[in-house]
């Protein structure tokens, strides 16, 4: 199984970014997704995740209205719209997949995790 994130970079307070991850060898459509992220010398945190179908998403109450996370079921590519952005959200985004197909806020029920794109916002 293969998670490739996608995305990231750099962008000035306010502005906006998505991000994908591609999923290969994995039965997409019967996994929940997920979009964690870790702040240098902070612990990795739960950001967002998304049910089977796309019809039951979570988000972290310190990006609920600004993030957004969808999926393509038939790109295998789940997404983290993210809008005004702060610079306290700069972080590592890793995306990740748990077989709890209504999905998850836990880190420790995703199975499969991305090697991380890197988001920095500056003020």
């Known amino acids: 199984v293969q998670l490739q994130a996608s995305g990231g970079g750099l962008v000035q307070a306010g502005g906006s970014l998505r991000l994908s991850c591609a999923a290969s060898d994995l039965p997409f459509s019967s996994y929940g997704m997920g979009w964690f992220r870790q702040a240098p010398g902070k612990e990795r945190e739960f950001v967002a995740a998304i049910s089977w179908s796309g019809g039951i998403t979570y988000y972290a109450d310190s990006v609920k209205g600004r993030f957004t996370i969808s999926r393509d079921n038939a790109k295998n590519t789940v997404y983290l719209q993210m809008n005004s952005l702060k610079p306290e959200d700069t972080a590592v985004y890793y995306c990740?997949?748990?077989?709890?197909?209504?999905?998850?806020?836990?880190?420790?029920?995703?199975?499969?995790w991305g090697q991380g794109t890197l988001v920095t916002v500056s003020s």
């Open positions: 990740a997949a748990t077989p709890k197909s209504r999905g998850s806020t836990k880190p420790d029920d995703y199975r499969y």
